[in-house]
């Protein structure tokens, strides 16, 4: 039922890259606006990074040196480019979309953990 699966989460680290990948099982109609969240333990979900259907795109503060929307999307894929990886990264991933009637679909989440 789930139309979003997110992958490439794993342990990397401090200081290193990784590159999570979102692929659509069935096409969405209608997307606003695709991004990448993430929830840490005992917090609440956050914003990592969105681009909207117009291109325009947004970073969370604590990320935006180090973290990039790739434009090169894979048929029905989007990705999110991590570098600089600190331990404060470490959380569940999540990716979304939204569309323009305000609905929102996310995946079950990609853990990726940083060690110091």
């Known amino acids: 039922q789930g139309r979003l699966v997110e992958s490439g989460g794993g342990l990397v680290q401090a200081g290193g890259s990784l590159r999570l990948s979102c692929a659509t099982s069935?096409?969405?109609?209608?997307?606003?606006?695709m991004g990448w969240y993430r929830q840490a333990p005992r917090k609440q979900r956050e914003l990592v990074a969105v681009?909207?259907?117009?291109?325009?795109?947004n970073y969370a503060e604590t990320v935006k040196d180090r973290c990039t929307l790739p434009r090169e999307h894979a048929p029905n894929t989007m990705y999110l480019q991590m570098t600089s990886l600190k331990p404060a990264d470490t959380s569940v991933y999540y990716c979304?979309?939204?569309?323009?009637?305000?609905?929102?679909?996310w995946g079950p989440g990609t853990q990726v953990t940083v060690s110091s």
């Open positions: 979304n979309r939204r569309t323009a009637y305000g609905t929102d679909y």
């Open positions: 069935r096409r969405i109609f209608s997307i606003n606006a």
């Open positions: 681009i909207t259907s117009g291109g325009s795109t």
